[in-house]
């Protein structure tokens, strides 16, 4: 079953304020000799850093997650053996020594030279990993990802448990009883198209109030069945995405904001959209033309896509729509929205529980099975969503520190930049979208 939901826009030029909407000035700056010198230095290592990242995609099927630059590069990087990669990122490393920014370059281009760096390390880590080198969860995150999440004792989720054990209903297991409770709010089948396209619409309208983009915008929305993860944003270039949703298991109502947001507006797409335009059309910054998957880029793209959850919808504001809009087009009983949310929040401080559990099966202190147990127990996952959880794990392993820690992250971020500005916690995440900034960068109050 598919269904293509595409989306336009008419927003006149960027360069402008126009009502709200934040238009992010990248183009119009004069540059001296120095900076003009440099910037093609760099254009040059970060086109063999893409090579590099293509290269490294014949390898490591997952690895590319997006690119849309000159398709003969692809060409060019066919062939290279780990060896040669890891030895190419290492000479690039050295190469990007000798050309610092010069002193008078903006903040971006600063940031610029310290994002390609540390790409390539990350680059090198992942190397090293398909060559067999094993390295501890918070090692391979904080090589790949350049952070580490905290650790959580049981403690902790048991007494976030018996916060939820009080506010749920009836008789049993308080994994029993949320179950139960929870079943009563999945969108049927039948109705899932209409409650998407409701929950993008206004995702996509709270964000054009804010943000400016193309006019040529645009996604298409498949809905997809037999993968471990249960949406995805595959960004084509052009300013176009496919956001594909799985459907193999029920998908409860509150999943329609968070993955319209998430995936679309102003998450995965908005990031893309705002890169493609700003840093690689604007600047001429091909390094951005490629994304990486197993690299720090990957906690920024997912933290801001899950705190763009709450940038896009207040408490308030959230529960007024699901009320009024997604609870009567998927069928469900208005009278119970505060309720259902209220319980959801009490879920959201288990959110670790995921972490550690793979923290523990990916260092071998657990099996599958106990993975999946914990999983239960302190994340509420019903077995078959524990499963798939489990296969996530195998395939993208310390990955997922990226949505919580990175949304914490990136909360904290914006909240402290924007602190005491009226509406700046939206320019301020609209400016994070369309920069390089790494994830120890936003511990960082350097604006």
Same mark, same amino acid.
């Given at each position: 079953m598919t269904v293509a939901v595409l989306w336009a826009m008419g927003l006149g030029k960027a360069m402008k304020r126009v009502g709200t909407a934040v238009a992010i000035v990248l183009t119009g700056v004069s540059v001296s000799l120095g900076q003009a010198q440099t910037g093609a230095q760099m254009n040059e290592l970060a086109e063999r850093y893409v090579k590099l990242v293509l290269a490294m995609g014949q390898h490591d099927a997952d690895y590319v997650d997006a690119y849309y630059g000159p398709e003969e590069w692809r060409e060019t990087s066919k062939g290279w053996d780990l060896s040669q990669i890891e030895e190419g990122a290492g000479a690039l490393i050295g190469a990007l020594r000798e050309v610092e920014p010069p002193a008078d370059a903006d903040q971006l281009t600063r940031l610029r030279h310290q994002y390609l760096r540390r790409q390539l390390i990350s680059l090198q880590s992942r190397v090293r990993i398909l060559n067999g080198q094993a390295l501890a969860f918070d090692d391979e995150s904080r090589a790949l990802y350049d952070a580490v999440a905290p650790t959580h004792s049981e403690a902790y989720f048991e007494e976030a448990?018996?916060?939820?054990?009080?506010?749920?209903?009836?008789?049993?297991?308080?994994?029993?009883?949320?179950?139960? =409770?929870?079943?009563?709010?999945?969108? $049927?089948?039948?109705? /899932? &198209?209409?409650?998407?396209?409701?929950?993008?619409?206004?995702?996509?309208r709270r964000t054009l109030e804010h943000i400016?983009?193309?006019?040529?915008?645009?996604?298409?929305?498949?809905?997809?069945?037999?993968?471990?993860?249960?949406?995805?944003?595959?960004?084509?270039?052009?300013?176009?995405?496919?956001?594909?949703?799985?459907?193999?298991?029920?998908?409860?109502?509150?999943?329609?904001?968070?993955?319209a947001c998430h995936e679309g507006y102003p998450g995965h797409h908005v990031y893309n959209v705002l890169l493609e335009r700003h840093l690689v059309r604007e600047r001429g910054w091909p390094e951005f033309s490629v994304y990486a998957l197993f690299s720090p880029q990957s906690l920024i793209a997912e933290g801001t896509a899950n705190y763009g959850i709450?940038?896009?919808?207040?408490?308030?504001?959230?529960?007024? =729509?699901?009320?009024?809009?997604?609870? $009567?087009?998927?069928? /469900? &009983?208005?009278?119970?929205?505060?309720?259902?949310?209220?319980?959801?929040?009490?879920?959201?401080?288990?959110?670790y529980a995921g972490n550690e559990a793979a923290r523990r099966y990916l260092n071998d202190e657990i099996d599958r099975a106990a993975a999946a147990d914990w999983l239960s127990r302190y994340a509420m996952m019903a077995p078959e969503r524990a499963e798939q959880r489990t296969r996530f794990f195998d395939k993208y392993r310390s990955y997922v520190i990226n949505y919580n820690l990175g949304k914490d992250l990136v909360a904290d971020y914006v909240e402290r930049q924007s602190a005491g500005t009226p509406g700046g916690h939206w320019e301020t995440f609209a400016e994070l979208l369309a920069s390089p900034r790494l994830p120890s960068g936003l511990r960082e109050d350097n604006r």
């Open positions: 448990l018996a916060s939820l054990d009080r506010a749920l209903p009836g008789n049993g297991t308080v994994f029993d009883r949320y179950q139960l =409770f929870r079943r009563e709010f999945a969108i $049927p089948l039948d109705r /899932l &198209d209409n409650v998407f396209e409701a929950a993008i619409a206004e995702c996509r400016e983009l193309p006019e040529e915008e645009s996604f298409t929305v498949e809905y997809v069945t037999d993968k471990s993860w249960s949406g995805y944003n595959w960004y084509q270039g052009g300013f176009r995405s496919l956001i594909q949703v799985n459907t193999d298991l029920p998908i409860y109502i509150d999943r329609a904001i968070d993955l709450d940038v896009a919808f207040s408490e308030t504001e959230r529960l007024a =729509f699901e009320q009024d809009v997604l609870f $009567p087009a998927a069928g /469900l &009983d208005v009278s119970r929205v505060e309720e259902y949310y209220g319980v959801q929040a009490l879920v959201a401080q288990l959110d």
